[in-house]
C-alpha cells in the first residue's frame, strides 16, 4: 500500500541535507507524502529494515541528538513492490536472498513455497526460530509480485500465458 511513499523517501532522503535526514524529519516527510505515520522507534526500525544506515548527528544537548540516516545505494526488493513490506520474521537479508533467488533463469516454470524454503537455509531458520509460518511467507510473495498459478508461483514479470 506504501510502497510508493517509501520508494520516494529512499529517492528524498538521497539527496537531502543532513538536517533532513533526522529520524523525525524523515517520519514527517513520509507521513506528508501518503506513506504510514510511525511513532519514532518504529520509524528507526523501519528505516533499518528498507537499507538506511545511521551515525549519531551531533548536537547541542543529549536532547537534542538524533541519527542522521544515509539511504541504501540500491532500493530493497520489499520497498521495490507496492504492498505490504513482509512479516517482521523476514530480515532484509532474507528478503534479499528470495529476490535474488527470484531472478534465477529456471524459475521460468515457476515454483513452490516448498522449493523456495528447500533453497534458502536461512528462510528455514527464519522459519522455525522466529515463528513464521508458510501463509505468511506467500502473503509476502503475492506482494512481491509473484502471482500463484495452482500450487506454483510464477515470478514478477511473468506472463499468464498457457505454457505455465
Known amino acids: 500500500v506504501h510502497g510508493p511513499a ?3 523517501l529512499v529517492e528524498f532522503a538521497r ?5 533532513a535526514r533526522t529520524t523525525t524529519a524523515l517520519r514527517t516527510w513520509l507521513a506528508a507524502s501518503g506513506g504510514p505515520n510511525y511513532s ?3 520509524m528507526e526500525r523501519k528505516l533499518r529494515e528498507w537499507g538506511f544506515t545511521s551515525r549519531a ?4 544537548s543529549d536532547h537534542e541528538a538524533q541519527l542522521l540516516w544515509t539511504a541504501p545505494a540500491t532500493i530493497p526488493f520489499s520497498i521495490e513492490t507496492a504492498g505490504d513490506e513482509g512479516p517482521a520474521w523476514l530480515s532484509p537479508r532474507v528478503r534479499a536472498l528470495i529476490a535474488e533467488y ?3 533463469p529456471q524459475l521460468s516454470i515457476g515454483f513452490t513455497s516448498h522449493m523456495l524454503v528447500s533453497a534458502l537455509p536461512a528462510l528455514r531458520t527464519a522459519l522455525r526460530l522466529k515463528g513464521g ?4 511467507l506467500e502473503v509476502h510473495l503475492s506482494a512481491s509480485g509473484c502471482v500463484r498459478k495452482g500450487e506454483r508461483w510464477l515470478k514478477p514479470g511473468t506472463s499468464l500465458d498457457a505454457n505455465h
Request: aromatic residues 0%.
Open 6 to 8: 517509501i520508494l520516494a
Open 15 to 19: 539527496d537531502a541535507m543532513p538536517a
Open 40 to 42: 519514532e522507534l518504529t
Open 57 to 60: 548527528h551531533p548536537a547541542k
Open 102 to 104: 527470484l531472478t534465477k
Open 133 to 136: 509460518t508458510v501463509n505468511e
